[in-house]
């Protein structure tokens, strides 16, 4: 399952996107080798109500405590599982001794509990609430799991993640079914739609079946669609050892990129209107197969002209990293009041530069004490510390007629609560430039150096250093 997920991303992002590809929503900036399909559609409020109105606030909530009871009943007469034999007793144990942290490797603790976290928020999602409302059914679905449907302590690492980042991953997926239901069309490919969708977002499908939605026809259009585009990326990397250019591992890597609503369009914004959703496979070679998961979002923000055609953007942004090879593991959450600039887009030249500074309730980091900690009650130990700490992120994005050149910088700070007492420092730099050669297609060379500094109280620091070379072919859809 833990690789099946993303595969099954890139196989319905398509499907999303050439959905929504049609000669009249396609906008392209003449000047830029930029393109989006340019169509919003907010429906009315009324027609909304009218078709989809909001259910009880209590049938969300009983269907996260019905899925968590579900999920414990299949691990336990079916898997098997220990940690699902839960009891009075365990229940009793888990208020008596609070939270505590759990010991599951990387995939599990910061890319697996999210989408578990999805299927919670998109319950309430689905049944006509709004993001807020939305990300307290998921954190009661979190802490109802966490105290009464596993023996084991209840961890607030998982909490968090699963609050939080479900929350996120849980409005993305249901954008992106907003953009695939068409409830005008019937037969195959209405339900080759359903299905799409119910893949993004299978709490959302599961509503629309206890509703009555699947099968019922309107002509009415009752899902918002914001400007978006896709880039599906293919070629050669290197994950060398240190900072040579030769030594590594060399494996193919598949890349998937989205951007979902236009930044300096709206006067205001509101949770995720804009987004940018980055997930990398690796096939060949030593690395694992799922490299990153990466979403950044507004929160809320505004926007206001400084004449010119200059567009100055600020807001509170949320973002959500999983990166891992074989030399590094980091993920994390973190909330960030950012600003964001952008220059005339009549111009042949267009310059966005964006800046943001937050805190990371919850991150982690590779290092090579952690497995000296194991966890209590556990019987495993983890290769990275837990915590919590800071992020920053700034860009730089230049578009000229023949292409695009990025450059990114990165930085996270996890101070250890769980792990090798001390303080992880990672930053890594992204150049990366693509040249446009058709409408669609384009060829690029990427760039990344990281570096982490661990600086610890019972042991050795470590400076360490790697870079990473890419060459890709992408496809703009």
């Not at 609430?129 to 009661?140: H, I, K, M, N, R």
């Not at 699963?162 to 195959?188: C, K, P, V, W």
């Not at 009041?337 to 937050?358: C, E, M, Q, Y």
């Amino acid at each position: 399952m833990k690789r099946i997920m993303p595969v099954l991303i890139l196989i319905v992002c398509p499907l999303l996107s050439f959905s929504q590809n049609t000669p009249d929503r396609i906008s392209e900036q003449k000047t830029t080798s930029l393109f989006w399909r340019d169509t919003v559609y907010i429906p009315p409020v009324e027609l909304v109500e009218r078709f989809n109105p909001p259910q009880p606030v209590w049938i969300p909530f009983a269907e996260a405590l019905g899925s968590n009871i579900a999920l414990n009943l299949f691990n336990n007469y079916v898997m098997g599982a220990k940690h699902a034999r839960i009891s009075f007793e365990s229940v009793k144990n888990n208020f008596k001794g609070g939270w505590d942290w759990d010991a599951d490797n990387l995939i599990t603790n910061m890319f697996g509990h999210p989408f578990q976290g999805a299927m919670y928020y998109n319950f309430a999602r689905s049944s006509g609430y709004g993001y807020w409302t939305s990300l307290g059914v998921t954190a009661f679905g979190s802490w109802q799991w966490e105290f009464f449907m596993e023996i084991e302590p209840p961890a607030i690492n998982d909490f968090i993640m699963t609050s939080f980042g479900g929350a996120m991953y849980g409005e993305m997926f249901y954008r992106f079914s907003d953009l695939i239901l068409n409830e005008s069309l019937s037969g195959s490919k209405r339900f080759w739609r359903e299905l799409a969708a119910g893949i993004y977002n299978p709490g959302r499908l599961f509503n629309r079946l206890i509703y009555g939605r699947t099968s019922r026809y309107l002509e009415e259009d009752l899902y918002e669609s914001q400007p978006n585009v896709g880039e599906i990326t293919i070629g050669p990397n290197n994950v060398a050892e240190g900072t040579d250019f030769q030594n590594g591992d060399k494996n193919l890597v598949f890349t998937l990129n989205y951007l979902y609503g236009r930044p300096f369009r709206s006067r205001t914004y509101k949770p995720m209107d804009y987004f940018r959703f980055t997930t990398l496979l690796n096939f060949g070679g030593k690395q694992p197969v799922l490299g990153q998961f990466r979403i950044h979002g507004i929160i809320v923000g505004k926007q206001k002209s400084l004449g010119n055609g200059n567009r100055l953007l600020w807001g509170l942004f949320q973002y959500i990293d999983y990166l891992k090879n074989n030399v590094y593991e980091l993920a994390g959450y973190s909330l960030a009041p950012g600003v964001a600039f952008r220059t005339p887009t009549s111009k042949k030249h267009i310059l966005i530069t964006n800046l943001n500074l937050g805190v990371m309730p919850m991150g982690a980091a590779n290092s090579d004490y952690a497995p000296h900690y194991e966890v209590e009650a556990l019987d495993s130990a983890r290769t990275y510390n837990m915590g919590w700490g800071a992020s920053a992120r700034a860009s730089l994005s230049w578009l000229f007629p023949i292409g695009i050149f990025n450059l990114e910088y990165s930085f996270w700070w996890v101070h250890t609560l769980q792990g090798a007492p001390g303080d992880e420092y990672i930053g890594i730099l992204e150049p990366k430039i693509r040249f446009r050669l058709t409408r669609h297609l384009n060829i690029g060379l990427q760039y990344l150096l990281y570096h982490r500094r661990g600086i610890y109280a019972q042991y050795d620091n470590i400076d360490l250093r790697n870079n990473e070379q890419r060459l890709f072919l992408s496809y703009r859809f």
